[in-house]
């Protein structure tokens, strides 16, 4: 077991008082002599792979050192260490696919990379998922059983930030959010102690850890319901460029019409600024393969098509697909989101904003090999069971997964340089949606957390109400905030 001394601690107190310079070096330090060859320092290779295996081009920042923890003790360990140093700047990291640069990495401060805590338990009705994992280790151990979970449709894509911020899945339009399947957060609080969060233990906790994110604590493990799951229906289509409108009308006509609690997915429009050119597609699920395609109808109908990858296949099979083509060419990649009721013209009026001007950012900013996306997609329903709350602020009686639409705007580049100029166009692009769904009357004033810019605020939309229970919770489980000033990045309380 690694204690640190009263010698080391009053130490590092004296020293926090004099000056915060060269903390994290003394911090990388301390935390070198208790966790060894947990902690990764620069050049080694291990820090170069940690550093690596970000997606985003844009999320390789270089801490001072990396903190590679392998048990909730050692999380601990690191907790206590980093609180006592005060001034020392810390990230945490799950599976590090947050676009936001500074998120889940930190330059001149420590990053506890969570990815060596990735074991995957499977017991009866549960998964015990360490918080490193990835989504693709999950499906990996729990789909031999005949077994699946509500979590990510790419595989690369880590349970952490996904399941604190909410978690849209395959099965989301029946079953609700991910977050809501979590039976139990086993978390490591500021004060280094690791306890559970549940519906008996910790309910507040419990609920604020479903959409509050990295406020309250690293979280150590997840306990994730299971249910029996056999293969899904699902896949891309590729559609023609003119097909644009009809997909647009054939989404507008799928979320108005009745509502089919087997139909998941999204439609994207992709502009490449190098080939300027426009490719509509469909990502579409069914689960319930054998009444296919169910509403999904709609969009697969449309034509005239380029490419069709629907198939009959496990979930972790689709998720793993997706995961090598996430990973091709790691490039930069920004984006945020806006929300808004649906309605015969909503979506058709957004597109052609975005089809108009897209161009002509891509344009601007061309010697970095731009490309540019617009995606709409639903919500999943609330928990209806109002004991098991989450952070959401919408109420059991609210239906958002019939009525409302988030959508994602995407820029993915490779030269650094042209950073702010696509962050100010991002910025534009919210703006004159946000202009447009108000003057239809349709703007809703939540955002999806896990798809916000670092400019917006999420946890504002959960509304004023649910805002004032996640702060409480902050104070009463993190009285000296080292979770809202020591944990810069992500989306905070204060
Ligand atoms: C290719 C791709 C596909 C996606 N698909 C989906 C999808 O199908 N459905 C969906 O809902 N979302 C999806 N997302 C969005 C996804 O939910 C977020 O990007 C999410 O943040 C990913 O989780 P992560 O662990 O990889 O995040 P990270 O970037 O590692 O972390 C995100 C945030 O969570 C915090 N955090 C991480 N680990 C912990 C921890 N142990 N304790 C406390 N806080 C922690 C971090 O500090 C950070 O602020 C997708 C994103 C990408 C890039």
Known sequence: ?????????????????????????????????????????PESEAYNASITSYPFLNLRLHPTCIVRPKTAQDVSTAVNLLRGTECTKFAIRGGGHNANAGFNNVEDGVTIDMQSINAVEVGKGVARVGAGALWQDVYDAVEPHNLTVLGGRIGAVGVAGFLTGGGISFFSPERGW???????????????????????????????????????GV???FDLKTFPHGPIWGGKIGFAPEADAALNSAYTKFKMEKYDPYAAGWITHRYNGSTKTFAPSSTLWYTRPELKPGALGLM???????????????????TRNYSRIVRAVPRRTIWATTTFHISPTILHRIHAVWKEIVPKVCETYAYASPAAELT??????????????????????????????????????????????????????????????????????????????????????????????????????DPNGVFQKQVVGGFKLF
């Open 178 to 216: 991910a977050c809501d399947a979590v039976l139990n957060f086993e978390i490591v609080l500021a004060s280094g102690e690791i306890v559970n969060a549940n519906a008996t233990s910790r309910p507040d906790l419990f609920a604020a850890l479903k959409g509050g994110q990295n406020n309250f």
């Open 1 to 41: 077991m690694h204690l640190l001394t009263s010698h080391h601690l009053s130490w590092i107190i004296f020293s926090t008082v004099a000056t915060c310079k060269g903390f994290p070096t003394l911090a990388c330090n301390l935390l070198s002599s208790v966790l060894s060859t947990s902690v990764l320092l």
């Open 376 to 477: 709409f997609q639903s919500l999943p329903p609330p928990p209806r069971n109002q004991s098991h709350p989450n952070s959401f602020g919408f109420a059991p009686s609210e239906a958002p997964e019939r009525d409302l639409v988030f959508l994602q705007v995407v820029f993915i580049f490779m030269d650094a340089s042209a950073t702010t100029g696509f962050e100010n166009a991002l910025k534009e692009f919210i703006k004159m949606f946000e202009d447009l769904t108000e003057e239809e009357g349709v703007r809703h004033k939540y955002l999806y957390l896990n798809f916000a810019a670092k400019f917006q605020d999420p946890l504002a939309g959960y509304g004023e109400e649910r805002m004032e229970r996640l702060r409480k919770v902050a104070r009463k489980y």
């Open 219 to 221: 979280v150590t493990r």
């Open 300 to 318: 697969t109908g449309v034509g005239p098509r380029v490419m069709n990858g629907m198939q009959t296949a496990y979930a972790g099979e689709m």
